[in-house]
Each structure stands twice: as structure tokens, then as C-alpha cells.
């Protein structure tokens, strides 16, 4: 095996804003790395500009023209001296040419290679590498579907999700249930990967009715060392969009968690992997999984496996971007300390199909107590921009249970008060005091089905 090489950092620069951004900053201060905060005109006041070392503005408030400009991003790093580049999630996380620009610049790229970004980001080609390495994958087209979309769609059997094959976010994916509502589920899923991502290619799959969202989060160096952690349960979630995720799924075996995570290793193996990524699978109702995706960078529902595995994955990350080999053995990564679930708060309001409410925080009093943790940028007297994702907060709450965590949830949400801005908290409470969410007895359509219950109470 390869000698262990480091080459410590000294300097940071994290491209990207609000939670996440203050989230790496923290971990880089525990480090003892400066740390450089890039911020648009429209963040000025964010926390996550104030609390870094440093900070650059590199443009206006729409992200086309300051948090995805790979030339201003770069040109921040250059007047920093910044020696490394955290993504974080969303904006350039997953971008390989702005991996690759930071490389071309002599600094080093916090994530995968931007070769394993291209193989596992295009859905296609990472679906071709999991069979290789002999990871379930749901039936579907071989590729990407170019042409004689009906007869392909056929050819693999409806009901079919057609899926973008670049991207994620729940974004250009579509399911069609027949012939009859295929062509306008094809023409939606296309012009939506096209604005999202560029990219308008899609491909099918066999759709998995009443499925679970199980997802793995693992973790590779440069010396061929990969682990992976207890699984996270997504399965709460809206349009394909997570409200609710916890660690460990109370679906999951501990056999089924092994094969999970053994899948998982093989194919970090198979890409060449180093970093910290996840893999996602969907799980039908007799624990059988299929491999949707790979997401290359940090998820934002990372603090739950951090609070159940006791690891920073901050950390982890820049570890091995500097070079150290990982220090976790298989077994510990795998030992479950409690149970923890984390609520995506958003400025949303549910009420009107979840329309986006950016404004100003008038107050801002948030929970705490023993076993709740907060990730959030936002205070009383903070404007929410409108050009960017809704998420003002992460409500992370953790017990030695999943009863006890469910209790502390519930008393979490109802400390925590938000005035002047509409959020999802009320919405939050609704889905905890859910009966089949309580039981443990939820899939991805539970949360449509908890509104179409609440609804029909008014």
C-alpha cells in the first residue's frame, strides 16, 4: 500500500453560503485552519460571512452570477492564497470542470477526483459501474435513452420512472404509469433537467411502488481504505424533495444494514472513489434494495450520521484531502450510539403548496436542551434572500431510542418560534405526531398522504 502523504492545509476557502458554509467554517476553526467565505451582495449579513477569517464578495445575488461563476470563485481563491476548496453541497459541488479548474490553479479539491465525479455524476454510467460491481439495480434501459423513447419505455415495462441523467434534487424525474401519460411525463422530466442541469438526456427505470429511500454514507482516502456508515432513512419527503431524515431507518435489519453498506464499499471501490459520498438506494417492502444514484459530496443531512457514528465528516473530508489515511475500522463505523432524525426547515408555506417566503426574521427563538442540535445562519433581524433554496435550518434532534428521539422532536418544534418569515415548523409537527410516521411505517408517498389528510380536516 502507498506510503501515507500529508500535506496539511493552512488555509481554506469554502465555496458556497449560509448553513453549510458556517458548518465548515466551524470544523476548520477546531482544526485550526483559516478559513475564506465567498458571499454574493445579497449576503452580505450572513453569518457565515462574519464568522470566517476571510471573506470575498464575488458578484450579485442570482447564483448564475456569484455561486456558480467558476471564474469569480476562482479568482476569490487566487486573492485569498486559499490552499484547498470545500463545496459543500448543491451550487459546484458536483460540478467536475470547476473540480478540475480548482487543480489547474494549484489548489487542492475538497471531494472526489473530477473523474469520479463524471463517472458516478452522469446516472447512466454510474447505474452501468453499480451492476459491474454487483450492486442491485432497479430494471431499466440500458443507457441513456436517445431515441424510440415509447418503444424503450416499453421495452422495460410500466410503470417507469424516467430519470435525468445528470443532476439530483429529485429534479427532471417523472414517473409514467402507461402509455397514456408517458409522452407529457417525458416532456416534463426533459425541460426540467435542461433548466436545472444543462442537460435534457434522460433514462428509465422500473418503478418501485410504495418504496423506502435508504441511503448510505461512506467514506474513501487515497490509499484504497473505504467505510461505510449506519444508513439514513429519507423516505419523508415531498416531489422527491426530504423534509425528514433519520439514522438508523427503523426498517433496516442489522443483515440488511451489512448488505447495504457492503454494497455501498464495492462500488466507492469500483469508481476509484476518495472523499466522502453517499449512495442512495430505493427498498420495497420485503427489504429488497436497488441503487438509484451516488451523490460525490456532503449531504445535507449529514449531522444525523455525525451524531450516530460520533464523526465529524467535515473533518473526515479534509483529512483525506490532505492526505491521511482513514483512522475508522469497519466495525466502529458501523456501531449505532443512538438514534437521531433531522427536520429541514424551511422558509415555505405549506399551507399554499409550499410557495417559497423569503422576508425578514423579526424574532428568532430557537430550541435546545439536551440532545438538540441546530445548524442554521439565519437571526432575528436576518433577511432571507430570494435567489437562493429555501432551507433556513436544521433541526437535529438525537436519543439513545427512536421513541425517546420522536418525544424530543416533538418538544424541539415546539420550542422553536420563527416571526415575520412563513416556515414549515407547524408542518413539522404535523408529520412527527403522524401515526404511521410515529410506528415507523412510511415510504415516500407518506407525506403526500399526510397532507391530503390534513387537508380534508379543514
Known sequence: ?????????????????????????????????????????????????????????????PSSSSYLDIDAVIAACKISGAQAVHPGYGFLSENARFAQAVIDNGMTFIGPTPQAILKLGEKAHARALAISAKVPVIPGSDGVVEKDFLKAAKKVGFPIMIKATMGGGGRGMRPAFGEEDFQKALDTAQGEAKAAFGDGRVYFERLVLNPRHIEVQMAADNYGNVVAFPERDCSMQRKNQKLIEESPSPFVTDKVRQELCSAAIRLAKAANYSGVG??????????????????????????????????????????????????????????????????????EDYKSNFIPCPGTIEEWIPAGGLGVRLDTHVHAGYTIPSFYDSLIAKLIVFAPDRETALKRSRRALNEFYVKGVTTT?????????????????????LVERIIKKNESKK
Open 278 to 347: 453517499t449512495v442512495e438506494f430505493l427498498m420495497d417492502e420485503n427489504h429488497n434494495f436497488y441503487f438509484m444514484e451516488v451523490n460525490t459530496r456532503l449531504q445535507v443531512e449529514h449531522p444525523v450520521t455525525e451524531l450516530v457514528s460520533g464523526t465529524d465528516l467535515v473533518k473526515l473530508q479534509i483529512d483525506i484531502a490532505q492526505g491521511k489515511k482513514l483512522d475508522i475500522s469497519a466495525q466502529r463505523a458501523l456501531e449505532v450510539r443512538c438514534h437521531a432524525i433531522e427536520h429541514r426547515i424551511n422558509a
Open 1 to 61: 500500500m502507498t506510503k501515507e502523504t500529508i500535506k496539511p492545509f493552512t488555509k481554506v476557502l469554502i465555496a458556497n453560503r449560509g448553513e453549510i458554509a458556517l458548518r465548515i467554517i466551524r470544523t476548520l476553526k477546531e482544526m485550526g485552519i483559516k478559513s475564506v467565505a465567498i458571499y454574493s451582495e445579497a449576503d452580505k449579513y450572513s453569518a457565515h460571512v462574519s464568522q470566517a477569517d476571510e471573506a470575498v464578495c464575488i458578484g450579485a445575488g
Open 425 to 445: 415548523l407547524d408542518f413539522h409537527k404535523i408529520m412527527v405526531n403522524d401515526e404511521d410516521f410515529a410506528s415507523g411505517n412510511m415510504n415516500t408517498g
